[in-house]
């Protein structure tokens, strides 16, 4: 399932939501009639979209809004970090009948859009999250830190560039990049040499918590490797 079909019309009432509280008046704001700042601004939105990736679209119609790749919604997540800044200050304007910013804070603004915006990518179930404003894959929360740990690679040179590969790929948001990782996982599961087939299922169980228990399992049948457990701590 992409994005662009349950997540991004989500996130995009979230981006209202931040826009009305004035998240948007410091990047891109609109102007009463008095020519104070608050809310934001399409024509403004869209030429900081523009100016940070080239080609960009807003507001988006619906039609278009469905046919986004998942690139590109990534795109547009990482895009509005750069533009939040959270109120700190503002006055209320009888004449216009609307508050109005006066002071902005940048970091808080951007931790509350990353807070947001990973509750509804995991909402999703889209494996991904936002961090440091950059989408990369999660993976399971509880497994992530796993990952990190030495994996046994019995001295095998060819195994473990498969396994640093996939490593590096599991954390890309691109599906292409993390398809690569798989099948490198997968091959690391199909040892030529016996006495690897140890360190070659914890290379597996790698690739299981990068990508779901369903993919796992799928290769696990597909490997003939149905009959043997993922070991130690990782099982
Ligand atoms: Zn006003």
């Known amino acids: 399932m992409s994005l662009a079909t349950r997540f991004l019309p989500a996130f ?3 981006l209202e939501n931040f826009a009305e509280r004035d998240y948007f008046a410091q990047a891109a704001p609109d102007r009463c009639p008095d020519g104070h700042v608050y809310f934001w601004d399409e ?3 869209r030429k900081t979209l523009v100016m940070q990736l080239g080609v960009a679209a807003w507001p988006l119609a619906d039609a278009d809004a469905a046919a986004m790749s998942d690139e590109q919604v990534i795109e547009y997540m990482e895009a509005f970090f750069q533009l939040v800044a959270k109120p700190t200050e503002s006055w209320f304007h009888s004449y216009c009948g609307s508050s109005h910013p006066t002071k902005f804070d940048i970091a808080s603004g951007r931790y509350d859009y990353t807070v947001s915006v990973n509750a509804l990518l995991d909402r999703f179930g889209t494996g991904l999250r936002l961090q440091n404003g950059k989408i990369r894959s999660s993976g399971s929360q509880v497994m992530a ?3 990190a740990e030495a994996l046994p690679f019995g001295g095998d040179d ?7 590969m996939a490593l590096v790929d599991f954390r890309s948001p691109d599906p292409q990049k993390r398809w690569n990782a798989l099948r490198h996982g997968g091959r690391g599961a199909d040892p030529p040499n016996p006495a690897l087939k140890v360190p070659a299922v914890r290379v597996l169980a ?3 918590v990068c990508h779901g228990p369903r993919t796992g399992r799928l290769l ?3 490997r003939g490797f149905g009959h043997v457990r993922p070991l130690g701590p990782l099982g």
């Open 12 to 14: 995009l009432a979230t």
């Open 43 to 45: 024509t403004a939105i």
């Open 145 to 147: 830190p796993r990952l």
């Open 158 to 164: 060819h195994l473990r560039g498969l396994v640093t």
């Open 206 to 208: 790698v690739v299981w």
């Open 220 to 222: 696990l049948a597909f």
